[in-house]
DNA sequence: TTGTATGCGTTATCAG
DNA sequence: CTGATAACGCATACAA
């Protein structure tokens, strides 16, 4: 490739800039930056006319040269493991939607549930060219010293769902305990009784305070815990072949479970994408019950019920959040935990079962 | 609030610069800059002490003052019209995974079918803090001038699924020809004589295709068209209402269609929905099939068939793409319309429908 | 091999 | 009311 660098030049589109409009008009820059700003210093004849070439020759300000010199670029981060996950994209919706109205651009990044990616997207953007970052850890992740260095330099954090506990800021999460536990206590009682938990590793807070939930209802209604029943997914079900391992390992089990439990999105999914290989009915054979928010869940009558997050006014409420300690309305120190009310939907054959069991008592 | 800016500047963390190594250092700024860029002209010993010392403090260059530098942000934008829609999700996370892997950042903004954002969402980072942008059209854009002005200005333009014909770069899309064609022709098969067909808006490239497709078949097969039953949705589906009323036209329709194609994602969502609403069971009542994108629809035995995009494989290819024309290694004037092939699923009881019509043959 | 000066586009400070 | 100058952080042409 020849004179690549001139070449660019020569074809990229050269805007039109302040000097340009100074230069054209016969003033000075600073008299045309002002005047475009509509400063009371200006004579309004001159506004006029500078106004005026402006519009006509389409000005708009350089964002960069903007950012540089006010140290802001109005845009955020956001890293989530997996952005064509209906629970993320519902959240970025909300953050985007928010940040729309406040005039911030969103960038978006994916660590695909590995710590490695998490760090390297937290790298580039983070060290200036964002303002804010709203982030979701990923599974892998058990080492925060990255993100707590970048709380420690000021870098305004939301976390959203998946929360660090050791790190002081803002948090937005889900009522996991209570979705779970409900969750749990819908499945006994439809009348299961050995009823299963498939979860994210111990390290996602996410998965400590569902796990948690799911503990409680067991034990509230008089039924062992039993921890051969609980099975981890390290990779959160991103990897298939390792939800399909713990379900196998699950089913092979002497006293094998007759409900499970799954403990977020993407287990729901795909442990019914096993059952359906499986070609075994759900839950004719095994009762199931998850954490999902595909939206076509509740239009198709399937065959189990869902716990679902208010994920757009998550992502609503963490931007919210991030405004008001980018924007200094609010002191670093005074961080808050916002936990908003899971929903659990009833429906498809446990509904029966549920109903039944009602008549029964 | 009190001096803000003050206290803003004195919270921020404020990053090391070239300038602090060097003054540090007791060098001048553009010898750390070479040194940092390990240029030949700076001697192995300065290199070493200005890479330890920049190593230590955990140097970072400032995004912000490169681009303005090179006047490229290493970032493009994304515009769609919805975030947590499947097929749109999948595309993002195409583009993401591309642009990861070539140290661009993506920045993304919603047009929500309304053309008013679409033109905001293009002005701001339009103007220069984008090197390039992938964008689909919403429903409402009829006036493509702004786009055309990007264009000519040079800005790289790759259209994704909702294509404009006029303006001359790179585009990617489904083959929604034939999809449409083998979606209709699977309800001829099945059976259905009097196929509706609901779609986007006529100003959409895709509804034009997936229509065209819907005729052939209909024509191919001796049936006539009936344009009473093609109903257009103005936002595409995103009014929840305005579907509900094209369906009730359909079904209060004296000839009453006993099939129904609907042309895109959300519309397709919105059928089952409305159906579900009127405790129609699907396709006893009525045959479906749709176009759809979304996740769980293999797995819960629904009771239509779908068509599906390439999503992800679309927005690879549409930021490979782009970074062609941003990186100049093809001239704008060498534009491509890539058209990848779509998947149609066929399952639940349009399948044994259609296993009984083959039988009877 | 290193340093000085300049510019990227903008705004703020100070001077006129 | 307007203009010259410096600065934001970096890279590079030109000097030494």
Do not use: W
Not at 35 to 45: F, G, K, N, Q, V
Not at 230 to 254: P, R, W
């Amino acid at each position: 490739m020849f004179n690549n660098r001139k070449r660019l030049l020569e074809m990229k589109f050269e805007a039109i800039t302040i000097k340009d409009i100074a230069k054209a008009l016969g003033l000075s820059t600073s008299t045309v930056s002002r005047a475009l700003r509509d400063s009371h210093e200006i004579s309004p004849e001159t506004k006029r006319i500078v106004l005026e070439y402006a519009e006509k020759n389409n000005y708009k300000p350089n964002p960069i040269a903007l950012s540089l010199k006010e140290r802001r670029s109005r845009s955020i981060g956001v890293i989530v493991c997996e952005i064509a996950n209906s629970y993320f994209s519902q959240v970025i919706n909300g953050i985007e939607s928010i940040a729309y109205d406040n005039g911030y651009n969103v960038i978006i990044a994916q660590s695909r549930e590995s710590f490695e990616k998490e760090i390297l997207n937290l790298q580039y953007p983070t060290s200036r060219s964002i303002d804010g970052l709203i982030i979701s850890v990923s599974t892998e992740s058990k080492d925060f010293n990255y993100l707590k260095e970048l709380h420690q330099k000021k870098m305004p954090i939301v976390f959203v769902d998946r929360i660090v506990d050791e790190i002081e800021t803002h948090k937005v999460i889900a009522d996991n305990y209570t979705g779970a536990y409900n969750a749990t206590l819908h499945l006994i009682e439809c009348g299961y009784k050995r009823i299963a938990a498939i979860t994210n590793p111990f390290t996602l807070s996410i998965s400590r305070e569902r796990l948690a939930g799911y503990k409680s209802a067991l034990t509230d209604n008089g039924i062992e815990i039993d921890d051969e029943l609980i099975k981890y997914c390290q990779h959160g079900g991103m990897v298939f072949s390792e939800v399909q391992t713990v379900v196998d390992e699950l089913l092979a089990n002497k006293n094998r479970p007759d409900a499970i439990f799954a403990a977020a999105d993407k287990l729901t999914t795909n442990c019914l994408r096993i059952f359906k290989t499986k070609k075994m009915s759900v839950p004719d054979d095994i009762g199931i019950i998850g954490f999902s928010n595909i939206d076509l869940a509740e239009l198709l009558n399937p065959p189990m019920s869902v716990i679902r997050q208010p994920a757009f006014e998550m992502g609503e409420v963490a931007m919210k959040l991030l405004l008001q300690v980018i924007e200094s309305k609010r002191p670093v120190t005074d961080f808050e935990t916002k936990i908003l009310s899971t929903e659990m939907l009833i429906r498809g054959s446990t509904k029966k079962l549920f109903a039944k069991a009602k008549e029964t008592v």
